[in-house]
């Protein structure tokens, strides 16, 4: 029951997001950037995402964390792997190494020094749902899970989910390796998740 629940509320989650339109989501998308520049330190590393389909873009955020020194990171997968490295986000121009995925979505791989998401300082993960206890719904891949259950009894990276407004409902189903978000980002402001 779980997963055909869960398939249901992607649907419904995406159309939502997707009902937006293109100027819609440019419009919160600006307002999101804008607020996650509280995040930025120089030396900070800070995980990013490279957005699929019609997810949050992080463009103006990105700049802005270049030009302040901050060091980004981009998720990197392993062949037959579920847990994710996290390699340097690319110079202007620089090669993917290999794409990754099927169809139209797949997510550019780059080359770099690879490290763990515990050797960030904060990770922004993209979602397709999130909920008032900071609960996420993702793409169904299953990499996050896995890299922040990986993460779980070590240094604590903070995390971050990344969205539009219509995407926050007020549960989730959720299985019981799932792990909260410390916060979430989307037009409407800034929740912060307290964990007990």
């Not at 986000?89 to 620089?94: L, M, S, T, W």
């Not at 169809?103 to 008032?132: N, Y």
Request: contains cysteine.
């Amino acid at each position: 029951m779980r997963n055909e629940e869960k398939h249901a509320l992607r649907r419904e989650l995406r159309r939502a997001r997707a009902q937006m339109g293109y100027k819609g989501r440019l419009a919160a998308g600006q307002t999101v950037n804008r607020l996650l520049k509280r995040y930025i330190k120089k030396g900070r590393k800070i995980g990013v995402y490279w957005p699929m389909g019609s997810e949050l873009r992080l463009d103006g955020f990105v700049r802005a964390a270049q030009k302040r020194g901050a060091k980004l990171y981009l998720p990197y997968i392993e062949p037959r792997s579920r847990r994710m490295w996290f390699t340097p986000y690319p110079a202007d121009g620089a090669k993917q190494e290999r794409k990754r995925g099927r169809a139209k979505l797949h997510v550019p791989q780059f080359t770099g020094r690879k490290i763990r998401v515990h050797g960030l300082s904060i990770l922004f993960v993209p979602i397709v749902g999130m909920d008032r206890e900071g609960y996420r719904l993702g793409q169904a891949g299953g990499y996050y899970d896995a890299t922040l259950a990986a993460m779980k009894y070590r240094l604590q990276a903070k995390t971050i989910g990344v969205g539009f407004a219509c995407q926050l409902v007020d549960t989730l189903p959720r299985e019981p390796h799932d792990l909260p978000l410390d916060g979430f980002v989307s037009e409407s402001g800034v929740l912060v998740f307290k964990h007990h």
